[in-house]
């Protein structure tokens, strides 16, 4: 958004002609300017070369939503069932840690990775049932809940210094922000909600 309040105006591409039949966690490496998402759905994992153009399409065994760079040759994929170690030269995918695995109802959804290197994890009922949800920290191999009672967990993200959280629940059209310590990040007080006119996704 540009000072006077208007909303910046930024050339698009189609990056891909293959639709998602539920897209979700889009991610950009930088080390390699390729981007990446996900259809939930299809169990798909999309690699993008943006230098190139080239686009290859993973077929994953897991329902995949979102993924983290660990190295040059591995990911941290989220899964529906556990967080899995995926090997980029061949997809070989080794469990990590496990994530809900024995509630059957939720899967994961959104996630971002905060500057300290937390990995912030969504999970929501695979019908998106009310309140079935929950958003956990991955710290230092420990893996932690923040929130529970999420029904659609969205849009996380965090300003650059690491000093603040946002996440919306779509499910309730809200909009929550919190005051986080930048290095580990543990919260510091209670989230503060926000009351959207309209929310669809994140």
């Not at 105006?9 to 490496?29: A, N, W």
């Not at 329902?63 to 760079?69: D, T």
Request: charged share 25%.
């Amino acid at each position: 958004m540009s000072d006077d309040g208007e909303m910046e105006q930024v050339p698009t591409v189609v990056l891909c002609d293959e639709r998602c039949r539920l897209g979700e966690g889009p991610t950009y490496d930088a080390t390699t300017d390729t981007a990446w998402w996900f259809d939930i759905v299809g169990r798909k994992l999309f690699e993008a070369r943006l230098g190139t153009g080239r686009i290859t399409i993973h077929s994953l065994d897991a329902v995949g939503s979102a993924l983290g760079r660990i190295d040059a040759h591995r990911q941290l994929l989220v899964a529906d069932d556990g967080l899995y170690v995926r090997d980029t030269a061949d997809g070989r995918m080794t469990l990590y840690l496990p994530l809900e695995a024995d509630n059957a109802a939720t899967r994961s959804n959104d996630a971002r990775v905060h500057p300290s290197g937390t990995f912030w994890i969504g999970t929501m009922g695979r019908q998106a049932e009310r309140g079935l949800g929950a958003i956990y920290a991955l710290h230092r191999g420990e893996l932690s809940l923040l929130y529970g009672q999420i029904t659609i967990p969205n849009a996380i993200c965090f300003s650059p210094d690491g000093a603040t959280g946002y996440f919306a629940d779509t499910g309730k059209n809200v909009l929550f922000r919190v005051d986080l310590d930048p290095a580990t990040p543990r919260t510091r007080g209670s989230a503060l909600r926000s009351r959207l006119s309209s929310c669809s996704g994140s």
